[in-house]
């Protein structure tokens, strides 16, 4: 009789600690992910549970207008924090639109100088502008909004690889409650082997725009994402996403969504995420 009551209780107290996790769970506040269609480039947006904003990356310069309207119509007036993962104009041609159109808080860099007009005229208007500045590397991080972020790479500087720009870039892990988002940029196999083992995380930003030398069937396994997003264009000259990563995605069994049919829209609790499955591509 004594082991049944002490077993009823412990059901109790189990029940009432799942029925408190739920009810603090549904009043969590909420973290949105926009993967922004930029077409052949890259651009993300972070609205964190504060209100607090993250772009990384802001596509190329000729839809540099556009980009910088679909962030206003997703409610953003500034921006906290502002990523530039590497100096390739489809990751930072649009950059200085952004800073035209919000107010930066702060600016994070891989520090990679690639010695182009775009990118020099990117460090000239965060100098006119005054605009805080930093170099980050392996071991960065910080707390924004409830989120944690810890920067992952660079961990070195790497030379002589097939892209020194992409294998030098800043890839992030973005963490609110138990829910991560693993932003990867252009990384390369050498960056990759660089940062090995990768966290697993529940969202990957497909490396390299789905090319095959940056999203392997090795990474998907290591991260064990429950969603990949592919920032891409249609009929782009460089055919991704790459045949390997598709394959590769669908074995794993990963939901996939890409920019290149719209802006693809994520929201989270903190312990699960909210997905139009609609958009899913089989």
């Not at 990384?187 to 497909?206: C, D, F, H």
């Not at 045949?243 to 074995?251: D, M």
Request: net charge positive; hydrophobic share 40%; aromatic share 8%.
């Amino acid at each position: 009789m004594k082991r049944r009551k002490i077993f009823a209780l412990t059901i109790c107290a189990a029940l009432l600690a799942l029925s408190a996790a739920i009810a603090a769970s549904a009043g969590a506040p909420l973290m949105r992910y926009y993967g922004v269609d930029v077409g052949q480039g890259d651009c993300s947006l972070f609205i964190l549970p504060g209100g607090e904003t993250i772009v990384i990356d802001a596509g190329p310069e000729k839809n540099a207008r556009r980009t910088a309207r679909y962030l206003k119509s997703c409610g953003v007036r500034k921006i906290d924090l502002l990523v530039a993962t590497h100096p390739h104009e489809d990751h930072i041609g649009g950059m200085r639109a952004l800073l035209s159109a919000f107010p930066v808080g702060m600016i994070w860099d891989s520090g990679f100088s690639w010695g182009s007009h775009i990118q020099e005229k990117f460090y000239r208007d965060i100098k006119k502008r005054n605009i805080p500045f930093k170099t980050v590397g392996r071991g960065d991080a910080a707390k924004l909004g409830g989120t944690e972020l810890r920067v992952l790479a660079p961990a070195r500087r790497l030379k002589n690889t097939r892209s020194d720009p992409n294998n030098n870039c800043v890839v992030m892990l973005v963490t609110y409650r138990k829910i991560s988002f693993l932003m990867t940029g252009d990384m390369e196999r050498e960056e990759y082997a660089s940062i090995r083992p990768l966290p697993r995380a529940t969202v990957l930003k497909a490396a390299h725009h789905g090319s095959s030398n940056g999203t392997s069937s090795r990474l998907l396994r290591e991260v064990s994402p429950e969603i990949i997003v592919i920032s891409y264009a249609k009929e782009n000259d460089y055919g991704y996403p790459h045949r390997e990563t598709v394959a590769a995605i669908r074995q794993a069994g990963v939901r996939r969504f890409d920019t290149a049919d719209g802006a693809v829209k994520l929201c989270t609790d903190g312990t699960s995420v909210i997905f139009d499955g609609k958009r899913e591509v089989k």
